[in-house]
């Protein structure tokens, strides 16, 4: 099976609920050449689908807490390893989410092992309003991005083991260079559907900037200070609210 096929056969059951026989629920221990792993979640394989190593495809269970024999879930992601032959699904009971940061930690004591990227029907980010004050007037750093075209906040996504305010930290600064501090008691939330059925989360700080910015770009096309009003126009929909907030709380923190 070569990657294209691997990729297709995985991608085919997102979303999708199945039966998962469990042959190392959790406490097994699996004894390797050089390590051993004691398994902290149920894992198993949808009986009778073959995955990339020509043996039965592989799925991580979340969300059950118990050693179980079998059970029946939706499958909420997928684990592509790109130093191995197969690929693996993940699975959670019907209505329970996970988004991608949740699921590497999740799945880090055997996947640590392997180069690997998660796709997830839950995605999260986290990011901040970049903003200044110019004689007098707020302005709002406002990013176009290469990718998709559209003017965006500085964000990015939720890593394993990271805070939301290291995500929005690091992401800030990979995105324009300036090492921000988070304003304190501002923290809101907004959430949106992408294509082929996947929520996204997005969790938006706060940081004031005076200096220059260094602004990634592979990342982005280009970008500009924008005040209130068409910094609500520009952004997608979905800022608006977190424009409101910031420039409420910027508003009744001037002297």
Not at 21 to 31: A, F, K, L, T
Not at 219 to 235: P, S, V
Request: glycine share 6%.
């Amino acid at each position: 099976m070569d990657m294209k096929e691997r990729k297709a056969l995985v991608q085919s059951y997102m979303g999708k609920s199945v039966r998962i026989e469990i042959d190392r629920p959790i406490g097994y221990e699996h004894v390797k050449e050089k390590y051993s792993i004691t398994y902290p979640i149920n894992y198993g394989y949808i009986p009778g689908v073959l995955g990339g190593d020509g043996e039965e495809l592989d799925v991580y269970l979340l969300g059950v807490n118990e050693p179980v024999k079998e059970y029946t879930a939706k499958i909420i992601g997928i684990v592509y390893r790109e130093n191995d032959v197969e690929d693996k699904l993940v699975a959670a009971p019907e209505g329970m989410a996970f988004n991608q940061a949740e699921i590497a930690e999740n799945i880090h004591f055997q996947e640590q092992y392997y180069k690997t990227h998660i796709d997830s029907l839950f995605e999260k980010s986290c990011g901040a309003v970049v903003y200044r004050n110019i004689n007098g007037k707020t302005e709002y750093l406002c990013l176009l991005q290469q990718k998709s075209q559209v003017y965006s906040l500085p964000k990015g996504h939720s890593e394993a083991f990271e805070t939301e305010q290291q995500t929005a930290l690091r992401e800030v600064y990979e995105e324009t260079g300036i090492h921000a501090e988070l304003k304190s008691n501002f923290r809101t939330q907004i959430q949106y559907e992408l294509t082929n059925n996947k929520q996204k989360s997005v969790v938006i700080f706060l940081a004031e900037h005076k200096g220059e910015i260094k602004a990634d770009s592979s990342e982005i096309k280009e970008y500009q200070w924008a005040e209130y009003k068409k910094a609500k126009q520009i952004l997608p929909k979905w800022y608006e609210t977190v424009i409101d907030d910031a420039q409420k709380y910027i508003s009744n923190s001037k002297p």
